[in-house]
Structures are given as structure tokens and as C-alpha cells.
């Protein structure tokens, strides 16, 4: 449950009438390479009633990075971040934003300033030694914070720490100093779009939360098809929608694209928070949806594999590639390149040679391939391309590195997910080996040089500039219908801010941190962090969320007066209105956890009950006749397994009541469990749960009419919910 407006404003008279008094610094997520306490007992930070937000007039549009972005936003733009965030976090302080003199502040009773800046003397590096602009220095006192990057982002990220900080100490920052840097410029997480469509606003939102934990790379996986096993038309997407028409078709299904204007607009809004996207265009394996094209490149043994001697064929990746590098906002994009047949080394080789000469001259691009191992004695990828390991079965990373290559360690035995089911892969991070698993032997925590865990000759130094950091990896590769997208946020949240921090301070550090720090800090980050709502979280001020008597409406019936208010009698005040049958609620959807009561009288008939932003339930035609229950997300339906609604609920009052979690979603009808929503994997007999959100936008529809509507926080017994 979310925090109340009265108990920030208890907060704020407290932090008004008492002295201020010394804290410690909470664990924090990344946590800091260097804090230094003021020593003072009378001068720690309070959030006030006001805050005044300062950008030094000297760096204000500086624009200072010297990361992958090329559209990285200015000083005064994340300043612009900050002060959103800061207001939704603290709902009863106010924030005023300026651009002037750093040293010549604001004088106001009741309140603080917070000042942001840049500077050239910090001295802010990598494990490696190299210079970034992605530090800074902190200066907390009173009432000042002053924050000086390295660069426009290092500032940024400060305001990440100064927000955990007053977070987790309800709004308090020790006075001190903090002076911190990034160990390593590649913090990424991988997110396979190709086998599974996400909105472009779904992503945007993730983003958002990754980079709360200071994630500055989301590598973006446009291009894959499921596994063939002969079937030439099975499951294959290209998200990005050309609009050269010669290149339509690889998109026939326009519906599960991005256009250029949508697609602009996601890299931007992951910049304004820190961000990149690294777009993959996956070929010459993984590409069945260029060989369901153009059919006559494909391989004969394998048609997701194309024929790179065909004469058209790199000509045809190549015309992709000019469409869309104008799109990309980055200084460097992925071709994927990976799996590809090992008994055509050279022409593989070659192909990724010139794919990098292409690309550079293009439009001044280096590329990055996942790495793959190519039996030749005669031709080698060239060493201006960096390679993303991920597999010891297919590259050696410590050889690699020593022969002159950059390295990204996306190794699969800490950082892969495949979602929903796999047999090799977990469904989400395996937290004991990144805690305690980075030695098999000993254990100890992962960071990103580790690449094999039994044997540490295998794995460089922290130090070593060829290795650029980690990426986790979320594969789809059970395609669409295997998971719905909020459930890859739930598969990632967990390992996104692991993964973050071991990219930001190595192990080896004395501040480093550590398991029991990450559990008492992370799950009030999680729920805090601002700008999206992934969890689908509803203010409530008790475990009743809504609750509507809809007894005396005609919900379903399109000729009901419209304009009628319902009153919503959890005390929450989320109050209806009835438009053409159909009630309209202000709310979207109900994350985990849930318990849902809809009491209605049933139709007979195939209908829509509830609908969300997310998904929709209603009643639908069960396999074997009769009528069963049903969500629909995507597009894609859901039915309830083994489960027939039964006659004798048609035109008669049954309480249906749903419990929701992240690991799963049940119906009780009647008081009876009447089962869970599970999917096949790959249409055969392994059956997974579905996690399903509660819809609670538009009420009633055609399937029957609706008389209750009550929705719980928490899993209650159906004898309670009832």
C-alpha cells in the first residue's frame, strides 16, 4: 500500500519543529564508491515544503558524454528529470527550477537547495583507468546539496543516489560527501522483441525503471523467429516498419511494428533518463523473416539461415540496414551474427568484415556481434568489432580479449533468462549464483569480469580495457504466446538492479554491495521507482482497492442511460460512470497481488466482462463445447484449462472470483476452485502459468450482467472475498 499524503505531511512538520540530526547512510542500490561522513550531529538533510532547484548558468546546455548516445540531453534537461521525480516521490514538497549563479543562492526560510553542475577537475574513472563522464561529487549539508558531474549524465545519476537515499530514510540524507564513478561503460540488459510484441510504451517504461539503478544501456532485439524445426513459416517478426516500400515485405504484419516517428520518440525518452538503445537487426542466422521474404536466400538445410554466396543476399541486408541506421541514435549498433552454419566460416567471416565496413561507412557506426566461434584458418572477424559473449561453446572471452577484441560479458550462466520454460535457462536470475556463485568453488559476488565460475584463469582483471562491461539477456523463445509483457518485467526486476550494480563497483571493492544490503534496500526502490508503473500499483487506503454495487444497472445493455455515477464504496473515491453500458472507472489495471469478485448473472453468450489497458476477461467458447472463462492479452486468448462454466450458471447470479499473482492466475466460481490459466509451451504437453493483472478500466459487456465489482490488495480466501 502506498504511502498517504498525511504521513508526508507529519514528516514535513517533524523535519520544521525538530533540530535536524545526524544519519547513516542506508544501503543504496548501486551503493557508492566513496562516502565520506561530515562528522557534524546537526546538519543532515530534510526534504522540506520546497525545494529550489538550481542548474549552473556555465553547463546548463552542456551536453558532455562521452557514452553511445548521440542525442545525449542536456545538463538542464535532466535537471528537468529530476525535479518530476523528485515531486512524485515527496507529493508534499514543491520544486522550483532555475538556471543561474551556482554560488549565489536562493535565501528562503523552510526550505532547501539543491545545486547542479559540472566539472572538469573530478577526475572520474573506470576500473580500467579511462575517463568518464558518467561521475560525480556530492556535497550534502542542511539545507544544500551541491552536485558536480564529470558530464551532463554523472549529474544525473547523483540525483539517482540523492533520491535513494531520501527514499529509504524517508526523506533524509546524511550530510557528507560522495564521490562515485562507474567501474565499467557497459551496464545493459537485452529484451528479445523479435519473438514477442511489446508496445513501444512498455519499453519506454522499462527503461525508465532501469535506469532508477543506473543502467545506461538497453539493447533492443528487433529480428528473430522461433525455432523452424523445418516449418518455413513459422513465428518470424521484424518490429522496425520501413518506409521504403521495396522493404515491405518484411513487415506484413504492420500491426506489431514501429514506425520511425514512435520509434524516435522511445530513444529519446530512455535518453532524457540516461539510457541508450542498441538496436539488433539479427542476420545472416535468426533470419527466417528475410528468407519468408525472399525464400530463395535461404540455405536448404535450414531456412532461418541465409545463404550468404546468393548474390542478393548481402545486398538485401545491406538495403536494410541503409533504411534504418538514419533511425538509430547511437554510435554503435548489433547485427546479432550469431549461430550461423561453422561449416561456412569464411563466408561468415567475411560477411561480418563487410557488414563493419558498411555500416562505419554509412554512417560512422562500429558494429557488435555475439560472439561465435568460426572454425577458420584462413579469415578472422576483424578486431574494430566488439564482441558480446555469451557462451563458452562458442567463444573462449579471456582469448578474445588477449587477441585484441573488446568484450561484453552477456555470459549465459549468470546473466540469461529465457521466459516462462526452459531446460537450460532460468525464468529469472539465479540470485544465489550472482551472490555467491561467481567461484564454484568459493563463491563470492559476480561482477562483470567473470566469465567462468569454475576456473578464474578463464576470467581478466578488473582492470583490463578490452573487457566494457555486462548485459543481461531476456530471450523470448517460446514466441508470443508464451508470456504476456508484463511478464517480462517480472522476470527482469529482480536481476535488472543485480546486474546494475555489479557494473557500477566491482566486488573487489570495499564498498561494494552486498547481499543482505541489496534485500533491505531494493524492494522500497522497486515500489518507489518513479516515472512508470510496471507493477500496476493502486493507491488504496485499506486492503479494499474499489467496490461497486451494480445491482440496479443495466451494464451490457447499449440503450442503459448514460452519465449515471456509480460511487466506489472502498472509501478510495475511485468513482464510475455508466456510458452506453459500460462502466467507466479511473483506473487501469491491478498488479499482483490481487483478489477479484465480479458477481454476476451470465448471459449464455461470448462476451468481454472486464477490460483493462493490459488485458481483458470475459467468457469464450471452451474446446469441447460449452461456454469457459478466458483473459486475452495481445490479442492472444487464454482460456481456462480444463474448465466448462456449467449449464446451469447461464442467466442464473455466480460469484467468480480471480487471485492473481506474479506466478500465476486462478478462478474460483461458486466458491469452487475452478482452475488456472496455464499456456503449452510449443504446443506440447508443458503446461506454465499465466500472471494475468486484474482489468478494472471498463466494466460489463456482452457475456452477462455485472451486479458486484469488489477488488482486494493481497490474496484473500474466496469465503472472505465473498
Known amino acids: 500500500m502506498d504511502t498517504s499524503a498525511a504521513w508526508w505531511r507529519l514528516l514535513l512538520i517533524v523535519a520544521l519543529v525538530l533540530p535536524v540530526i545526524s544519519l547513516q547512510l542506508p544501503p543504496l542500490v548501486p551503493a557508492v564508491h566513496r562516502y565520506i561522513d561530515s562528522g557534524r550531529t546537526n546538519t543532515a538533510f530534510r526534504i522540506p515544503q520546497h525545494v529550489h532547484i538550481v542548474v549552473d548558468e556555465r553547463f546548463a546546455e552542456s551536453t558532455q558524454d562521452d557514452g553511445l548516445s548521440l542525442i545525449p540531453p542536456t545538463l538542464l534537461q535532466f535537471a528537468q528529470i529530476f525535479k518530476s521525480d523528485l515531486e512524485a516521490l515527496f507529493p508534499d514538497t514543491s520544486a522550483s527550477l532555475s538556471v543561474g549563479h551556482a554560488e549565489t543562492l536562493p535565501d528562503a526560510p523552510f526550505s532547501a537547495v539543491i545545486v547542479l553542475s559540472l566539472s572538469n577537475t573530478l577526475n572520474s574513472t573506470h576500473a580500467d583507468g579511462s575517463s568518464t563522464t558518467e561521475g560525480y561529487e556530492m556535497d550534502v ?61 512498455f519499453l519506454q517504461d522499462l527503461c525508465t525503471y532501469a535506469s532508477w539503478y543506473k543502467i545506461n544501456e538497453f539493447h533492443v532485439h528487433l529480428s528473430d523467429n522461433v525455432s523452424p524445426r523445418g516449418n518455413a513459416n513459422a513465428y518470424a517478426r521484424f518490429r522496425l516498419r520501413p518506409e521504403d516500400p521495396a522493404l515491405s515485405g518484411l513487415t506484413p504484419h504492420l500491426n506489431e511494428t514501429y514506425s520511425r516517428e514512435e520509434f524516435d520518440a522511445f530513444q529519446a525518452g530512455c535518453a532524457a533518463r540516461g539510457v541508450t538503445i542498441v538496436p539488433e537487426l539479427e542476420s545472416p542466422g535468426h533470419a527466417l523473416v528475410i528468407t519468408q521474404w525472399k525464400p530463395e536466400l535461404a540455405l536448404s538445410t535450414d531456412p532461418s539461415l541465409i545463404n550468404l554466396t546468393v548474390p542478393d543476399a548481402i545486398p538485401t541486408i545491406k538495403a536494410i540496414w541503409k533504411e534504418f541506421l538514419p533511425w538509430f541514435h547511437t554510435k554503435q549498433v548489433s547485427i546479432g551474427a550469431d549461430e550461423y552454419n561453422a561449416s561456412l566460416a569464411d563466408d561468415y567471416n567475411n560477411f561480418v568484415n563487410e557488414m563493419s565496413d558498411f555500416i562505419g561507412q554509412e554512417s560512422g557506426k562500429t558494429i557488435r556481434i555475439w560472439g561465435t566461434r568460426e572454425p577458420s584458418n584462413r579469415t578472422s572477424v576483424s578486431k574494430n568489432i566488439t564482441i558480446q559473449h555469451w557462451d563458452f561453446g562458442d567463444d573462449d572471452p579471456y582469448e578474445l580479449i588477449r587477441s585484441g577484441y573488446d568484450v561484453i560479458n552477456s555470459e549465459d550462466s549468470f546473466q540469461y533468462i529465457v521466459m516462462k520454460q526452459s531446460g537450460s535457462f532460468p525464468q529469472s536470475l539465479n540470485q544465489t549464483r550472482l551472490w555467491d556463485g561467481a567461484n564454484a568453488a568459493t563463491g563470492g559476488i559476480w561482477d562483470p569480469h567473470v566469465f567462468d565460475r569454475g576456473n578464474a584463469s578463464n576470467n581478466p582483471t578488473i582492470s583490463n580495457p578490452r573487457l566494457k562491461g555486462a548485459i543481461m539477456a531476456a530471450w523470448n523463445d517460446h514466441g508470443p504466446t508464451a508470456s504476456t509483457p508484463l511478464e517480462a518485467f517480472y522476470a527482469l526486476k529482480q536481476g535488472l538492479p543485480v546486474v546494475a550494480s555489479a557494473g557500477w563497483q566491482a566486488a573487489a571493492r570495499p564498498r561494494h554491495l552486498t547481499h543482505a544490503q541489496f534485500l533491505a534496500a531494493c524492494p522500497a526502490l522497486e515500489a518507489a521507482a518513479p516515472g512508470q508503473n510496471l507493477d500496476r500499483r493502486v493507491r488504496s487506503k485499506g486492503p479494499v482497492v474499489v467496490d461497486y454495487d451494480l445491482s440496479s444497472l443495466r451494464l451490457g445493455d447499449t440503450g442503459a442511460a448514460s452519465g449515471v455515477v456509480v460511487e466506489d464504496r472502498s472509501g478510495n473515491g475511485y468513482d464510475a460512470r455508466l456510458e452506453r453500458g459500460v462502466l467507466h472507472t479511473p483506473l487501469g489495471s491491478k498488479g499482483h497481488n490481487y483478489t477479484l469478485l465480479l458477481r454476476t448473472v451470465l448471459s449464455g453468450t461470448l462476451g468481454t466482462l472486464l477490460a483493462g489497458p493490459d488485458d481483458s476477461f470475459g467468457v469464450e467458447a471452451a474446446p469441447r463445447g460449452g461456454l469457459t472463462l478466458a483473459f486475452t492479452s495481445s490479442n492472444i486468448t487464454y482460456l481456462l484449462s480444463n474448465y466448462t462454466l456449467p449449464p446451469s450458471s447461464a442467466r442464473a447470479t455466480v460469484d467468480i472470483v480471480l487471485t492473481g499473482t506474479e506466478h500465476g492466475t486462478s478462478a474460483f466460481v461458486g466458491g469452487v476452485h475452478a482452475g488456472d490459466f496455464l499456456v503449452s509451451i510449443d504446443q506440447t504437453s508443458v503446461l506454465e502459468p499465466m500472471a494475468f493483472v486484474a482489468p478494472v478500466q471498463k466494466l460489463g459487456g456482452e457475456g452477462g450482467r455485472l451486479e458486484r465489482i469488489s477488488l482486494w490488495d493481497g490474496i484473500h480466501s474466496n469465503a472472505t472475498a465473498v
Do not use: C, E
Request: aromatic share 12%.
Open 141 to 201: 549539508s542542511g539545507n544544500t546539496v551541491r552536485i558536480s558531474g564529470s558530464g551532463s549524465k554523472g549529474a544525473f545519476w547523483a540525483t539517482r543516489t540523492l533520491l535513494h537515499g531520501l527514499v529509504l530514510t524517508g526523506g533524509n540524507f546524511p550530510a557528507s560527501k560522495v564521490v562515485d564513478q562507474p567501474d565499467w561503460r557497459t551496464r545493459g540488459f537485452m529484451l528479445d522483441v523479435g519473438r514477442q510484441w511489446y508496445p513501444i510504451t
